[in-house]
């Protein structure tokens, strides 16, 4: 199979940074769970879920340039650029006639609805997207990380997420994280949505019970971006509660599937 200009597909694919799982590949006719990074991770975040889906969906993960295999290129600092410029491999990645739930986190929460919109203008069947942790698209945050010098900046993110991640008390990988980790707190930061139109799917929004960051009514804002149905689950604990639910995560899409069809 190749795909434009006749190279082949998996190339276009690599180049959009889309991480397929080796074992949880689709039966015919299945449906892929693409899975967008939050600010600083990486598409290995996602890699223990291919395991909890247990054969109901493929696991995909989006992979952000800055990290991981794709360490080497230059950070995205605005989300429609990122969703504009990575939209055609993952819908090449996906095939067509694909079939698709998106989730994202906190920063992947604004990416996913940017791709959503992309993704169903050409065409793919996108099932549901899946919120995390995030306002809704038209509010942007009040306190900000992004500007701040290097230490304050850290502190900012360690008391937006909750916890201090370990790599970055070593300074090699405190240099290779930082400016990943800048680029994309700026990205979300300035996020202004590229279109005042819902997108056509059903949205289901979830959040930590105890998350500080976002309200309860700014998760349920996310009711206003679709012309679909809507839903809102919260599970125990703060804004990177899925760190440790990713199962409970998982059934809750389950669910929401059935319930909507």
Same mark, same amino acid.
Do not use: N
């Given at each position: ?38 600010? !600083? ?24 340039? !800055? ?195």
């Amino acid at each position: 199979m190749t795909g434009h200009r006749g190279e082949p597909t998996k190339d276009r694919r690599e180049l959009a940074g889309v991480k397929t799982s080796g074992t949880s590949a689709p039966h015919e006719g299945g449906t892929t769970l693409l899975c967008v990074p939050f600010a !600083g991770a990486g598409a290995s975040f996602f890699h223990p879920w291919r395991a909890l889906a247990a054969g109901r969906w493929r696991v995909v993960a989006f992979e952000l340039p !800055g990290r991981e295999r794709r360490m080497l290129e230059t950070p995205y600092r605005d989300v429609a650029e990122a969703a504009g410029k990575e939209v055609d491999g993952i819908a090449a990645m996906l095939g067509e006639g694909a079939r698709v739930l998106v989730f994202g986190h906190s920063l992947g929460a604004v990416l996913a609805y940017e791709l959503v919109h992309l993704l169903t203008e050409r065409g793919v069947h996108v099932e549901r997207l899946v919120v995390s942790g995030s306002p809704g698209p038209w509010t942007q945050r009040e306190r900000r990380a992004a500007g701040l010098p290097d230490e304050e900046f850290l502190a900012r993110v360690e008391e937006f997420a909750g916890f201090r991640h370990e790599a970055l008390d070593h300074p090699e990988m405190r240099e290779l994280i930082l400016p990943v980790l800048q680029a994309d707190c700026e990205m979300h930061e300035s996020y202004v949505p590229s279109t005042d139109e819902p997108v056509r799917v059903p949205i289901c929004a979830l959040r930590g019970d105890s998350d500080g960051l976002v309200t309860a009514e700014e998760a349920q804002q996310w009711r206003d971006a679709t012309t679909a149905g809507f839903s809102y689950t919260e599970l125990p604990g703060d804004h990177m509660y899925l760190v440790d639910l990713g199962r409970e995560v998982l059934d809750v899409i389950e669910a929401e599937s059935v319930r909507q069809g």
